[in-house]
């Protein structure tokens, strides 16, 4: 099993620019989520898919920020424009559709935004 | 909403000895389950234990068990004979068993081992 799968691992980008991060969760989940972490918040939960269906999206900052999952295998985070205050580590993990089953998580992308 | 709190932002503990990280929640749902992740400086997250909240019984694996407390909705790891490569940063997350519903985390305890 490769597990979740993400892309590009850092990212250094401009203010202004557009960012794209890319997800490959584990074959067989269907639950996708995508988290962002920095000192001051921790963990915080973006957005999350259910067989491909964003379900809750209230984590989103703002409009910049906006997600899709186009088919079980490939789910894209993209914020544009780019401010320096999204500098984070975003995280993307899946499961199956059961609450007992763990979130198994990609090895995040490092975004720095100057 | 339920929410994950971490008391304690950092520990230390001496190689070989017993560390306990406590962690405590709030939830209205009586069915659920809570897990602790550990965050090396690899910044990979990795499923340590999982306790489903029907269980009396406190889950272990191997060097890592839990102290689940339903009624004071209290979930502490405990750590023994403490390695150098436990050091990291461990997160308390819960999830509900209502539909399929994301993890919520603490903000975590970094831990330190001492040689």
């Known amino acids: 099993d490769a597990g979740v799968i993400q892309s590009p691992r850092h990212e250094v980008t401009e203010m202004g620019q557009e960012v794209t991060l890319r997800c490959k969760p584990i074959?067989?989940?269907?639950?996708l989520f995508w988290y962002r972490q920095t000192m001051m918040r921790g963990l915080e939960l973006l957005i999350y898919?259910?067989?491909?269906?964003?379900?809750?999206d209230s984590g989103m900052p703002e409009d910049r920020f906006s997600a899709k999952m186009p088919n079980a295998s490939f789910s894209t985070l993209k914020i544009q424009p780019s401010e320096p205050r999204d500098s984070a580590v975003y995280f993307c993990a899946s499961s199956l559709f059961a609450g007992n089953s763990p979130l198994h998580f990609g090895n995040g992308t490092r975004l720095t935004v100057t | 909403a339920q929410t994950v709190t971490q008391s304690q932002p950092e520990m230390s503990v001496q190689e070989a000895e017993t560390v306990t990280l406590s962690c405590t929640y709030d939830?209205?749902?009586?069915?659920?389950?809570l897990f602790w992740y550990k965050q090396p400086p690899s910044r990979q997250m990795i499923l340590v234990i999982r306790?489903?909240?029907?269980?009396?019984q406190n889950a272990t694996e191997n060097r890592f068990s839990v102290n689940f407390q339903k009624a004071a909705k209290s979930f502490s790891l405990k750590i023994s004979d403490s390695q150098l490569g436990d050091a990291a940063m461990y997160f308390c997350?819960?999830?509900?068993?209502?539909?399929?519903?994301?993890?919520?985390f603490g903000k975590g305890t970094r831990l330190s081992v001492i040689a």
């Open positions: 898919f259910n067989n491909n269906v964003p379900i809750d």
């Open positions: 306790q489903e909240a029907y269980k009396q």
């Open positions: 074959s067989g989940h269907n639950s």
């Open positions: 997350a819960y999830r509900a068993n209502s539909g399929n519903t994301p993890l919520v």
């Open positions: 939830t209205s749902e009586s069915d659920y389950y």
